[in-house]
């Protein structure tokens, strides 16, 4: 079935570092692919989408490239704040469902 | 503007009670609903799905149950809790007529069963 594999956290950053959370997919089909954050005593919420191949979806400074050749949707972001510290979810979209990876934790020091 | 309501926030039951968790949407109609568990160290996973009253589609055969009763209301049942249905519980939503991909999460409910 449809599957979606992300880096372990914690990723532990200073502040103004460099972000890259790696995604890889597995699914049958062309899928969506999303990134969704979940803040610390909150839901999750979405970040960013790209629906076919070469997309890149951007949001708040994040960015995600869909990879077909490689199956991939890494996400990155040039210079993390203390407020990007959340746990990051990498998705697709299959047949009108989300598929989730495990989540990433991201934690950013000043 | 739309928003999504769930309770309790916390929960404690012991093995064997029953359980019954509530989520509401406001500002919509006809929302898709979402039920969701997300343990510990693993990803989210689906439990239910809703187009419609009435209409529950589930995904992951176990002790618990979903029902919908009312447009925007969708509820979490069990009759008899399992150690193994701690976690935490995510109500989600997303517009009708679309992918359901953009989806939109309630607070989430953290249940433990002891």
């Known amino acids: 079935g449809d599957s979606v594999t992300q880096m372990e956290g914690p990723v532990t950053l200073s502040e103004e570092a460099f972000l890259t959370i790696n995604c890889t997919y597995t699914?049958?089909?062309?899928?969506?692919l999303f990134w969704y954050v979940q803040y610390p005593g909150e839901g999750l919420q979405l970040l960013l989408k790209?629906?076919?191949?070469?997309d890149k979806g951007s949001n708040k400074g994040f960015e995600a490239t869909y990879r077909k050749e490689t199956t991939s949707f890494h996400l990155e972001k040039g210079s993390v704040q203390v407020s990007d510290s959340a746990v990051y979810f990498c998705?697709?979209?299959?047949?009108?469902?989300?598929?989730f990876g495990t989540g990433t934790r991201l934690l950013v020091s000043p | 503007s739309q928003t999504i309501h769930q309770w309790p926030a916390t929960l404690v039951q012991p093995v064997g009670s029953p359980l019954s968790l509530e989520c509401t949407v406001e500002?919509?109609?006809?929302?898709?609903l979402y039920w969701y568990r997300q343990a510990a160290g693993r990803g989210l996973q689906l439990l239910f799905y809703?187009?419609?009253?009435?209409?529950i589609s589930s995904e992951v055969p176990q002790n618990l149950s979903a029902s919908r009763p009312q447009d925007r209301q969708f509820i979490l049942s069990s009759k008899k809790l399992l150690l193994s249905d701690s976690g935490f519980y995510l109500c989600?939503?997303?517009?009708?007529?679309?992918?359901?991909?953009?989806?939109?999460f309630g607070p989430g409910t953290r249940l433990t069963v002891t």
């Open positions: 989600a939503w997303s517009p009708p007529g679309t992918s359901g991909y953009e989806q939109y």
């Open positions: 699914a049958t089909g062309y899928p969506s």
């Open positions: 790209a629906t076919k191949a070469d």
């Open positions: 998705a697709l979209g299959s047949f009108q469902k989300l598929v």
């Open positions: 500002g919509t109609s006809n929302p898709n």
């Open positions: 809703s187009v419609g009253i009435g209409q």
